[in-house]
C-alpha cells in the first residue's frame, strides 16, 4: 500500500519543501484474517511490491 | 488500511513498523462479515477517496493515479479494469467472465455498474448513507443502484487495471457461486413478501438461460481477445447452475449461512486454487 499512497500523493503532491497534505487515496483491503493468503500477500503490499503477473 | 476482524489479521508488528509502509490496520467485531470489514476500512480512511480492494487483486502500479486521475475528469465512482490472474484454466476463466466479464479491460467508459470490491468513490459519498452504508456493501450493483439513482456518474477506467485471482478448483468455484447467488437473492425481497419470494424460487429454474443471454456473448467476446480453455464453456454452465440453485435457496429460505459461509470461503482462499495458481500469492 506505500507505493499506492505515494503514487497518489505523487499525482496531488505539494511542491518539494512543503509539507505532504496526505494521500489522496486510501486503498481498503478488507480480510477475514488469519488466512495463509494475508500472511503471503500483505507483506508485498508492505514492501510496496505487491506481486502481479508480468502482462501487467 | 487493512480492515479485519479483531484479533484475526497475523500480519507481524515488524511489517506494521516498516516506515514506508504506511498500512494501518482497523479491527472489527470478531466474527465480521467482509461486507461490515469494509465499512469499518470507509468510516476510518483519512483521504478524500477510498478504493476498495481484495487481498487477491493485484493492481498494476499505474493503478491509483488512474483512478485519482479519472475522479479528477469528474467522475464519481471508477472501476478498475479487470484481467484474470491465473488465466490457465476453464475453471478460473469460467469464474473471471461470471464474476468479473463485464469489466475486462478491454471494454472502458461509462456505465451503470463497476466490479464489487474494485472500484473508488469519495468518502464522503460512501459516509453520506449513514446507518445504510454496511448493508449497501454487501452488494456493489445495489450499491451502484443507489449512487447513479443520486446522479452520480460511473466510469470503468482502462488504465486501472487489476488482476483477480479466481477460484480455479471446479468444487470451490461452484460453492462460492451458490452462496454468493443465496445471499443476492435473500437480500432481494424482504422477508414477508412470501409468495412473491416462492415465485421467485421456482422462477429460478430458468435463471442459467436467462443469463445465458448475457454470458455468451461476453464469452465470445472475450475469447476473440483472450485464449479460453476448451472446456471454459462447460465450466461456465456447472456455474450458472451453482449460481441459480443459492438463487432458488435465498428466495425460498433466506440468505440463511450465506454470510459465514462466504467469509469461510475467504478464510481459505489459498484452498479454493489448483497448486500452480498458488504460487501466484505466494
Known amino acids: 500500500m506505500c507505493r499506492l499512497e505515494q503514487q497518489a500523493g505523487t499525482v496531488t503532491g505539494p511542491p ?8 489522496a487515496l486510501t486503498v481498503v483491503i ?10 503471503r500477500v500483505l507483506p508485498c503490499w508492505a514492501s510496496g511490491a505487491p506481486k502481479r503477473p508480468s502482462r501487467l | 488500511m487493512i480492515a479485519a476482524p479483531l484479533g484475526r489479521c497475523l500480519l507481524d508488528p515488524e511489517t506494521l513498523a516498516r516506515p514506508r509502509a504506511q498500512i494501518r ?6 466474527g465480521a462479515s467482509l461486507a461490515r470489514l469494509y465499512e469499518v476500512g470507509v468510516r476510518a480512511a483519512r483521504a478524500p477517496w477510498v478504493a476498495l480492494l481484495e487481498s487477491h487483486s493485484l493492481p498494476s502500479e ?26 490457465g484454466s476453464a475453471v478460473s476463466w469460467a ?19 463497476l466490479p464489487g470490491h474494485h472500484s473508488s468513490y469519495g468518502r464522503e459519498l460512501l459516509l453520506s448513507h449513514g446507518p445504510r452504508l454496511g448493508a449497501l456493501l454487501e452488494s456493489a450493483t445495489a450499491l451502484h443502484r443507489d449512487l447513479a439513482g443520486r446522479g452520480c456518474r460511473l466510469y470503468l477506467e482502462a488504465n486501472a487495471r487489476v488482476a483477480h485471482v479466481n477460484p480455479s478448483r471446479l468444487g470451490s468455484f461452484c460453492r462460492e457461486l451458490f452462496w454468493y447467488g443465496r445471499l443476492f437473492a435473500g437480500r432481494r425481497l424482504p422477508p414477508a413478501a412470501r409468495l412473491q419470494r416462492l415465485l421467485y424460487a421456482a422462477g429460478a429454474v430458468i435463471v442459467p438461460l436467462l443469463r445465458c443471454r448475457r454470458v455468451l456473448p461476453l ?5 476473440r481477445r483472450r485464449r479460453l480453455p476448451r472446456l471454459t464453456w462447460a465450466a461456465l454452465v456447472l456455474g450458472l447452475i451453482a449460481s441459480a440453485g443459492g438463487e432458488m435457496a435465498g428466495y425460498a429460505l433466506g440468505i440463511g449461512p450465506a454470510l459465514e459461509q462466504l467469509r469461510a470461503i475467504d478464510e481459505r482462499r489459498l484452498d479454493l486454487l489448483r497448486p500452480q495458481d498458488r504460487e501466484l500469492l505466494a
Open chain 2, 95 to 113: 469464474s473471471f467472465i461470471l464474476m468479473y466479464g463485464p469489466w475486462i479491460s478491454i471494454e472502458a467508459g461509462p456505465g451503470d455498474d
Open chain 1, 16 to 23: 518539494v519543501g512543503e509539507p505532504s497534505p496526505g494521500p
Open chain 2, 25 to 30: 490496520l482497523v479491527e472489527a467485531e470478531p
Open chain 1, 30 to 39: 478488507a480480510t477475514t484474517g488469519g488466512s495463509e493468503t494475508v500472511m
Open chain 2, 219 to 223: 464469452y465470445r467476446q472475450i475469447g
Open chain 2, 62 to 87: 499505474q493503478w491509483a493515479g488512474a483512478l485519482l486521475a479519472a475522479h479528477g475528469a469528474g467522475w464519481d465512482v471508477v472501476g478498475s479494469a479487470m484481467e484474470n490472474g491465473n488465466p
